[in-house]
């Protein structure tokens, strides 16, 4: 009881800080608002300048931000629990890398429709996923046999992305940005097919919450107390996939957002059930993601450093803090 009351008070403590954080992505930039500014501009909308700068300029990168960061981070959580490997997450086993070449071959192929991003993202992840988990059942199955197996399909996937944008010189530009990953110029009609699909994988995913708990329990145990393994791992390998799929289709290709906000989440939490873990890394992951895109436009300004770049100066060394604590448990 009092763990169920405390992580009811981390969850309403992040609510609070991720409105924080929507208010000051709102507020700085190259200009800054006061909050009776903000508040006015919001209100004026399109008939004063602060309205047309918050409407059409941050409340989209706002908006974008953080269904990006709620898609990683849940997709992140899908993917440790099924693969039972606190090391996976999109960006390191390669999701995020073949939803990225759907997107480049769409971007290539079928220039101006970008409805399909999404389901063009989604196809691409679930092959990347589906992929890597086969690769590493064949060859053992092992934590670090998974990351290998996805570091080369990522690798592989990448590869690919670079030669269309060869063979495609016209799309150069937009690759460029696509794959240092960012929300520069994002538009509130690119997000609605993204947004719906985040909000229906995180939904779904509230739903089977208790197969998720007995999943990961380890497969053998799961099949015992008669959860059909094969069907949920397949649906929840899906569900990640969507979500990260979703989330690139117009963020790029930003890693490990999905490996550290669920760990993250696990510091904070006490014997919780997944539906809380899933709830919990949503609004931690769309929190730093907001507060790591307003410092990218803040650190240097006015220059503006790509968000994907200072999340990579974070997560490496957070990945290889995890890998040293994995190598010290194991020996232990």
Known sequence: MESSKRNIFVVLVCTVGLLLAALLALSLGAVHF????????????????????????????????????????????????VLQNPLASPGIIG??????????????????????????????????????YGVARRAGASRITLVLSGVAIS???T???????????????????????GFAGVSIG?????????????????????ELDVLSLGESTASSLGLPVRFYRFLFLTLAAALAGAAVSFAGLLGFVGLIVPHMARLVLRGSGKRVFIALSALMGA????????????????????????????????????????RRQRHD
């Open 34 to 81: 006061s909050l009776p500014e903000l508040l006015y501009g919001l209100k004026e909308g399109d008939s004063s300048t602060a309205g047309r700068i918050l409407l059409h300029v941050r409340l989209p990168r706002l908006l974008a931000a953080a269904l990006a960061g709620t898609g990683l981070s849940v997709s992140g959580v899908l993917i440790q629990t």
């Open 95 to 132: 999701v995020n890398a073949g939803a990225g070449l759907s997107v480049a071959l769409c971007m290539a192929l079928l220039p101006g429709m970008i409805l399909i991003l999404p389901f063009a993202a989604f196809l691409g992840a679930l092959a990347a996923v589906l992929l890597v």
């Open 155 to 157: 690798s592989l996937m």
């Open 159 to 181: 590869a690919g992305i670079n030669t269309l944008a060869t063979l495609y010189p016209d799309i150069m530009s937009g690759l460029r940005d696509f794959q240092s990953g």
């Open 190 to 210: 690119v997000l609605i097919p993204s947004g719906v699909v985040t909000l229906f994988g995180l939904l779904v995913s509230f739903l089977f919450a208790g």
């Open 287 to 326: 929190t730093f993601l907001i507060l790591c895109d307003t410092a990218a436009r803040m650190i240097f300004a006015p220059f503006e450093l790509p968000v994907g770049i200072l999340i990579a100066y974070l997560g490496v060394p957070f990945f290889l803090w995890l890998l040293f604590r994995e």
